[in-house]
């Protein structure tokens, strides 16, 4: 995004050009996530067959005001002081960016997350916690300080793609973009990726709408952003998450939020028996 802007801008221009074009993207992407989730196909998957928690979308559209300001201001900022940032186009080049974006910003997620579930830091995260059942403008739903936290991790790594490696701006901006569609998606609390998708190789990586809105649900647990693997490799992910996805994929989300569903433990294994003994006696 950073590319498409005006070499020497005034700061007060900047600001204006990327309040426009961020905000648009933002505005766009929420209402094409809120127009599908208001289908009756979506209706059928819900996770959490809830309704919303009273004055939650005016608390989360209040918040989203705050969000696209704050990164209008952040990003103008970021832009005028750094420059242009501009790289010769490099398919390479814009894949590594795009990885490195994407597997640095897991980690800062997952890291920040866990920190703002503690007590001390709480407060700083509950407006995204305004939803217990989430829909598609949850996804802009956080107080500034957290705003701050999560922007400064993502320009931080931006500036290093640009200046510690030979990164490009497409491939940050491809991240950009899939940041804020996955954001919508993970939030709509409607879960589209088949049952076997869990089970898959992809998704031990990967998150599902079902992985997040347990997250909301139930406050502890799957801290993890687009991914399950740190939240699998610290245990913190839930232990009922299939069962949960085939449900909702069923069409019988839960009913209750801080409802869990039995796991069944793995069937013992049997210890194959040595047939040498009774052939020794046979002898």
């Known amino acids: 995004m950073l590319m498409l802007l005006p070499q ?16 648009t993207i ?41 969000v696209v300001l704050t990164d209008a201001v952040l990003i103008a900022t970021f832009r005028y002081f750094s420059g242009p940032l501009v790289a010769p186009f490099n398919l390479t080049r814009a894949l590594w960016s795009y990885a490195w974006m994407f597997v640095g910003f897991e980690v ?17 995260h509950a407006q995204h916690h305004v939803a217990q059942v989430t829909e598609p403008l949850t996804s802009l739903s956080f107080s500034m300080a ?18 510690l490696m030979p990164g490009t701006q497409v491939g940050i901006l491809a991240y950009m973009m899939t940041n804020y569609l996955l954001n919508a998606f ?3 609390n409607t879960e589209w990726l088949p049952e076997r998708f869990v089970t898959s190789w992809v998704g031990r990586v990967f998150f ?22 740190l939240d699998r490799w610290f245990g913190t992910a839930f232990a009922d998450y299939a069962l949960v996805h085939a449900r ?23 210890p194959a028996v040595s047939q040498v003994p009774e052939a020794r006696q046979a002898l």
């Open 108 to 124: 800062w997620f997952y890291v920040t997350h866990r920190l703002l579930h503690l007590p001390r830091f709480y407060r700083f």
């Open 146 to 163: 957290e705003r701050l936290v999560l922007m400064g991790g993502g320009l931080s790594l931006h500036f290093a793609a640009m200046h």
């Open 248 to 270: 909702a994929r069923a069409g019988e989300g839960l009913t209750r939020i801080g409802e869990r569903l039995a796991v069944q433990p793995p069937a013992p294994s049997v």
């Open 8 to 23: 020497n801008p005034s700061l007060p221009l900047l600001f204006l050009l990327v309040l426009f074009i961020t905000g």
């Open 186 to 188: 993970g939030h709509g």
């Open 208 to 229: 599902t709408p079902t992985f997040h809105a347990l997250h909301h649900a139930r406050y502890q647990g799957h801290y993890g952003l687009y991914t399950v693997v």
């Open 26 to 66: 933002k505005l766009l992407t929420v209402t094409g996530g809120w127009l599908v989730w208001r289908t009756r196909l979506a209706e059928r998957f819900r996770v959490y067959r809830r309704e919303l928690a009273k004055g939650q979308l005016r608390s989360e559209a209040l918040a989203a005001v705050g």
